[in-house]
């Protein structure tokens, strides 16, 4: 059981290529519903995306990075350290670019957010406010038909095919006489 005082940790080291970053999406995803922190996956998954793309698109050298997640005292923080020590930079409102937009969505999704350089290179970083929620009860549900209780149900109700004499067939439709 997650409590707000068991503080949680993960770290990924991997090669931030495109065919890498869709399925790191779906760890942190599955990560977070471990903490019980469903309702931060969108913007988590989105944040670590942008960070590592950055990592791909801007890192000289090799995009070898590690990712971490640490949730604790109702904080989640989600940092990627890479080898290059270029800090990167939040650029100002374009709004047609097609690049460049990435920290200030970081920003924009975070409570908070920064860098620092580190002997080998770099980590970027942000916060959300996180709480786990709760369990839900479990409660029974009712059994689904099975293939031997729906076979022996009739289908149709059971009806007589007889064939009709002349004076029913003007009254009524006759299955012997079609």
Not at 63 to 80: I, P, Y
Not at 93 to 102: K, N, V
Not at 134 to 162: G, K, N, V
């Amino acid at each position: 059981m997650v409590t707000i005082d068991n503080p949680r940790k993960y770290s990924l080291r991997l090669d931030a290529t495109p065919d890498r970053i869709p399925q790191v999406r779906r760890i942190v995803a599955a990560h977070l519903r471990h903490w019980r922190l469903e309702n931060i996956i969108q913007p988590v998954s989105l944040g670590v995306c942008e960070l590592l793309t950055n990592v791909h698109r801007h890192a000289r050298g090799d995009h070898d990075c590690v990712l971490e997640l640490r949730w604790a005292r109702g904080r989640l923080t989600a940092s990627v350290a890479d080898t290059d020590p270029r800090l990167p930079r939040l650029r100002g409102p374009r709004p047609f670019a097609e690049r460049g937009r990435g920290l200030a969505l970081i920003a924009h999704l975070s409570d908070s957010w920064g860098t620092h350089t580190t002997p080998g290179g770099k980590v970027v970083w942000f916060t959300l406010k996180a709480q786990p929620q709760a369990l839900r009860p479990l409660r029974p549900l009712p059994p689904e038909p099975t293939l031997s209780t729906a076979a022996s149900a009739p289908a149709l109700p059971p009806f007589d095919i007889q064939p009709c004499t002349r004076d029913e067939q003007d009254d009524a439709w006759c299955l012997s006489e079609t």
